[in-house]
């Protein structure tokens, strides 16, 4: 992480600045503090636009990493020790030649050091080492020293200074915050204390920190110390890891070690004390290129200080992030606006004196003399804060190379962005469930007292790699599943067998049954049944059952399901060439519906509609010769026409079909009908099903908001100006309850809806997603569609959404041992009760996210369990169920809860509880929700698990270092703060996308993958390393790619070579490069083919066909793209990552005190 930068000339937060009009004070609140100088930047509220940020001296490493998943990341300084992991502050070159000060300059009793960071310092964990961390075991206890090595290394660390005389001069500043509730024994460390470079050795040959002193320097021979050593202080470890973040704190006294002798360069810092009187400065000079931190490096930051500025661009759609960070990028774009780390909430950069705030650094300490104006702020160093990529890269390197075997209970699994195998032993693979915590508290105050949602997102019918085996399916013949008889859970792993084998305990009730005569088997010594490894439900945690006609709608088996595909003919639609484009894919389409495994064809039956004003209903029967219309022109009472001939079998009714698909696009290319009607489409299609007896689904190719007169019209109801005021949520909310009625039928009948809109225009998607929202369809949305660059994208989704796996007809129920239950649910369903989930279609990327609640206590002993039975009709006409069982661990302690919790698994969950919220509440409400939300998750950390230290700290635990990025990702996004360019349709549509997006989708979504393309090996496989979604980490050298799950931005920068650009796009210069170009250019060359296999093998991870954007350094895109690097800030008012970490620090501070 590197400290080498140049501190930037922006003037101190908190004091109103030109553009930020009516912001004053340093405190995130509206007064300002006493003997707090006013600071420009105001409260942390977002940011401005058009925000220049100077660049970053040369020297600067950007890629520093954090502690990797296990290892504990705090400070303590309440004891005379420091904790192992705290990593000493950044140290800042003399401003005059003299040497740098030594790390650890005495100060004075009674005036505190400050580190130049005035937010206190970043410390955090483990230093980078070659060596990768091991995330603990989910259950294993942390013991103090496990993770440290030798407790006394030599030469790392130097004595403090004397304790503070007094307790007054302990007041933590964070964003300008004073608060004076640190007591003498835990006074701040100074300094950000994150790691140093990756293994770049000082320039000088030593690293002190600013104005803390507390290592000494290490020379340039030693290297960075190993990761596990603690670098030679005392351990004092914490409960388990959690990372710390100090705003300013002086370490008491540590025996033994003397005070190095003052030198310049450091100077005491001038804050004042909480009761307002003013203290000396001390600040150090910006770093010289190449210099760098003290201290051991970490391997990532847990814990920070910072200065809240505001952040990049809001709607994000994030993608998930890579392996490291390359080496330093040439900062082209510099780091985010000059906030320096500061003191006293103020940041900007060295330069001469102005009102209230201190002039140019002031070279050697006077430490007599009397109390300064405060010194100049830094800003806090964004490596030196948790990265995703360095946590994402971790985890591949610790995890996934072994597979994932679900025996024990409540294991952690890898994190998404981790390939790896799963070997089911009895719990369901994390591609079926994950959760968000995998340790729960045994009583509901524990719960309540954490914040921390317990919550599974469910992905009933994921789709598995090639080298994992599908679920098997059992026929118990017509006596059917085994089952609870009280609580009617199916035969699972944990089902206690008593009495010989006789009668089963369940383990969800306790109730005891008879096990049925032909189910009986013997049991071995250790009490398990001699067949249970031959029986999947006895030793698997996910299966099938084979249901019984008991199991079916009416006591009757069903048909086998029908796709209807009904086609838009208005103007729009034939003029853009839709109409034909459909009817051309559909002829080669038909041959690729699914089909059970073994089927020579699929039994499904298809059949077509058109429409504007009025339907067009085809009857395709295999024994006409020419295929025949019918008008049904009554839209207000619909009914089905024909009932022989509109369903058919595929390859029986080829010819006739043929025919028709060629004569649509004729029979209407002359229409001059724009108005179109909508609701009468989907019970069109629902009558034709309930005529046939089956289930199925209804395509719906759709251009235009329905204004024609017919059941369902709608208004142009688009109003912006309701954006940030209480009736925004009507814009997420349908604009009549009648398709709220009709879904309710589809769902009745298991009519599945998926719509592709092609809007050029509102068409008011909030009403439109109604009826496929409920039923478990999607949404496709093509804006402004256009043949030549929308084609391929379209046609992939449509190819991919006809041909994948689906359950129709499917009920949901999730049952869960005595002590929790579900209580609320989350995705695209309807529900009639308050237990089961209703789907009309349910298919292979779809979740469904549940919430427990405790309704009794639970135990350690025997922990907790979930079973999610989904009953479906698979696509030849089975009924089935399907089951997965999970079982999670309990805990009486905290710090086991934090220790075990999936930070990408909450952010879904957070994401999904907001992006509901705001149907009924202001956004404004929901926004400060969450984070109020997130800050007593980690305030409640702080308290009960961290070890004790100055309030000045942020201490987050190891498992959810990334909650605040993700977190402001969220808030950031479209649905919650959208920019001036995102439409209400936009809005509508990505909530209800991500409502029922899995984990790995809304990782990508909210924190998008960044790649750079010019460092891509094109002899190998492999991806080239990710780097962070900040402007300040491109270079105009190179060439970059970012997805999100929906897009994919190839950005060029202004100064990429000649031959890189031409080998890419197949032009000569950067000027000819087209960014209207929908897929690159076939070229043979190896660049042009590693990063066309890069796009293709991104295109398979998703679920969804991405839009490929080719951006140019300044231009008019450019400013799209940046709305996507999620740890800048945004131009619709989003903070950076960076501030906004310093408001949650705050807001933590404030629910603490």
Not at 348 to 362: E, I, L
Not at 732 to 760: E, H, I, M, R
Not at 873 to 896: E, F, K, M, P, V
Request: glycine share 8%.
């Amino acid at each position: 992480m590197s400290v080498n930068q140049q501190a930037h000339t922006g003037p101190p937060y908190g004091q109103p600045q030109p553009g930020y009009q009516g912001y004053q004070q340093p405190a995130y609140g509206g007064q300002s503090l006493p003997g707090v100088p006013r600071s420009q930047y105001g409260a942390y509220n977002g940011p401005t636009p058009g925000y220049q940020q100077p660049v970053p001296p040369q020297g600067y490493f950007p890629s520093l990493g954090f502690p990797s998943k296990g290892s504990p990341v705090s400070l303590n300084s309440d004891s005379s020790s420091l904790a192992p992991n705290f990593i000493g502050s950044l140290r800042a070159p003399p401003t005059s030649g003299a040497p740098p000060p030594a790390s650890g300059a005495s100060h004075p009793s009674g005036h505190l050091a400050y580190s130049q960071f005035e937010h206190g310092d970043v410390q955090n964990g483990i230093p980078a080492s070659a060596a990768p961390m091991q995330r603990p075991p989910a259950s294993q206890p942390f013991l103090p020293g496990s993770a440290s090595a030798p407790v006394s290394q030599p030469s790392a660390f130097q004595q403090y200074g004397p304790p503070p005389a007094s307790v007054h001069q302990l007041s933590n500043h964070m964003a300008g915050m004073t608060i004076g509730t640190a007591t003498a024994s835990a006074p701040p460390p100074a300094g950000l204390g994150y790691g140093p470079p990756t293994s770049v050795p000082p320039v000088s040959g030593s690293f002190s920190p600013p104005g803390s002193g507390l290592y000494t320097p290490y020379s340039a021979t030693q290297g960075p110390p190993p990761t596990s050593v603690p670098q030679g202080l005392p351990v004092a470890q914490p409960p388990f890891p959690g990372q710390t973040v100090s705003t300013q704190r002086l370490p008491t006294q540590v025996p033994g070690f003397a005070p190095p002798p003052p030198s310049t360069g450091v100077g005491p810092s001038s804050y004042p004390p909480t009761t307002g009187a003013p203290r000396p400065p001390a600040m150090p000079g910006p770093p010289l290129p190449g210099q760098t931190l003290a201290g051991p490096p970490s391997s990532q930051p847990n814990h920070v200080t910072s200065p809240p500025p505001p952040s990049a661009m809001s709607g994000l759609h994030p993608g998930p992030p890579m392996s490291g960070l390359h080496g330093p990028p040439p900062p082209t774009h510099p780091p985010q606006p000059g906030y320096q780390m500061q003191q006293n909430g103020s940041f900007g950069q060295v330069r001469g004196p102005q009102p209230n705030y201190g002039g140019a650094y002031p070279g050697t300490p006077n430490y007599g003399s009397p109390p300064g104006p405060p010194p100049p702020p830094k800003r806090l160093d964004p490596d030196s804060i948790p990265s995703p990529i360095q946590v994402i890269e971790d985890d591949r390197s610790n995890r996934g190379s072994e597979p994932f075997v679900t025996g024990a209970r409540g294991q952690v699994p890898p994190l998404v962005t981790t390939n790896f195998l799963v070997k089911d032993q009895g719990n369901a693979s994390p591609r079926y469930i994950r959760c968000t915590s995998y340790n729960i508290p045994c009583t509901s105050d524990m719960a309540k007292q954490s914040q921390v949602p317990l919550a599974a997102v469910i992905k009933p019918l994921a789709t598995l790699p090639p080298e994992e085996t599908l679920p098997y399916l059992v026929d118990h013949g017509e006596s059917g599943p085994v089952r609870c008889n009280r609580c009617k859970a199916y035969m699972c792993p944990f089902m206690q067998f008593i009495e010989g084998g006789r009668r089963f305990q369940c383990c969800f009730c306790s109730c005891v049954t008879e096990v049925p005569p032909h189910y009986f088997q013997h049991l071995d010594h250790t009490g398990k049944r001699v067949d249970f490894y031959d029986r999947p439900e006895l030793s698997l945690g996910s299966y099938e059952f084979l249901a019984t006609v008991d199991y079916c709608k009416n006591n009757k088996f069903p048909s086998p399901p029908a796709f209807i595909f009904m086609i838009d003919v208005s103007y729009n639609a034939v003029k853009s060439g839709l109409v034909r484009l459909v009817c051309e894919e559909l002829k080669s389409l038909l041959d690729y519906l699914p089909r059970e495994g073994n089927m020579e064809e699929s039994a499904i039956r298809v059949g077509f509609v058109t429409y504007n004003k009025v339907l067009h209903f085809y009857n395709v029967k295999s024994s006409l010769a020419q295929p025949q219309m019918m008008v049904v022109s009554d839209v207000a009472d619909m009914f089905v026409p024909l009932l022989d001939g509109f369903l058919v079998n595929v390859n029986e009714s080829r010819t006739v079909i043929t025919s028709l698909l060629d004569q649509i696009p004729e029979m209407f290319a002359d229409t001059r009908e724009t108005e179109t009607v909508f609701a009468p489409v989907i019970q069109a299609g629902l009558e034709a099903l309930k005529a046939a007896e089956c289930a199925g689904k209804l395509f719906i190719f759709h251009t235009s908001l329905p204004i024609a007169e017919a059941p369902g019209k709608l208004k142009n109801r688009d109003d912006r100006k309701l954006i940030n005021t209480d009736k925004e949520k009507t814009l997420f909310q349908p604009q009549t309850s009648f398709y709220n009625n009709l879904a309710k039928d589809c769902v009745a009948q298991g009519c599945c809806v998926d719509l592709f809109l092609f809007p050029n225009q509102y068409l008011d998607v909030a009403t439109l997603g109604v009826v496929p929202y409920q039923t478990g369809g999607s949404i496709y949305k093509y804006a402004y569609f256009q043949l030549e660059t929308d084609q391929d994208r379209f046609l992939n989704d449509l190819r991919r959404d006809v041909q994948k796996e689906v359950g129709f007809d499917a009920v949901m129920r999730v049952r869960t041992s005595t002590g929790i239950r579900a209580t609320d649910f989350f995705g695209a369903f309807y529900m009639s009760n308050t237990t089961d989930v209703e789907m009309a279609g349910l298919d292979c990327d779809k979740t469904i996210t549940v919430e427990f609640k405790h309704d009794d206590k639970l135990s350690e002993d025997s922990g907790a369990l979930l079973q999610c039975a989904l009953l479906y009709t698979s696509c030849a006409g089975q009924r089935r169920l399907r089951i997965h069982n999970l079982s999670l661990n309990c805990c009486t302690q905290l710090a086991d809860l934090y220790r075990n919790c999936e930070t990408d698994t909450l952010i879904n969950y957070l994401a999904k509880y907001a992006y509901r919220g705001v149907l009924s509440s202001p956004v404004k409400t929901v926004r400060d929700a969450l984070i109020n939300q997130c800050a007593q998750i980690l305030a409640c950390y702080r308290k009960n698990c961290a070890s004790p230290s100055s309030a000045g700290q942020l201490i987050l635990p190891e498992c959810m270092k990334l909650l605040p990025v993700y977190l402001n990702c969220v808030l950031k996004s479209d649905v919650l703060q959208p920019g001036p360019e995102v439409t209400t349709d936009d809005r509508a549509y990505i909530r209800q996308l991500v409502t029922s997006m899995d984990v790995a989708e809304t990782n990508v979504f909210f924190y998008p993958r960044l790649l750079p393309l010019t460092k891509a090996d094109v002899d190998s496989d492999s991806l080239p390393a990710a780097i962070r979604n900040s402007e300040e980490r491109l270079s105009k050298g190179d060439i970059y790619l970012l997805e999100n799950g929906l897009n994919i931005f190839v950005w060029v920068g202004v100064s990429v070579q000649q031959g890189l650009i031409q080998n890419l796009f197949g032009v000569s210069s950067f000027g000819q490069i087209s960014n209207t170009l929908s897929a690159l250019p076939v070229l043979e060359n190896p660049f042009s083919k590693k990063v066309r296999s890069i796009v293709d093998m991104l295109q398979g991870q998703r679920s969804r066909y991405m839009k490929l954007i080719i951006v140019k350094q300044e231009d008019k895109l450019e400013m799209l793209f940046k709305h996507f690097l999620v740890e800048d800030k945004s131009l619709s008012g989003g903070a950076s990552y960076v501030d906004f970490l310093c408001h949650m620090h705050k807001e933590i501070r404030q629910l603490l005190s």
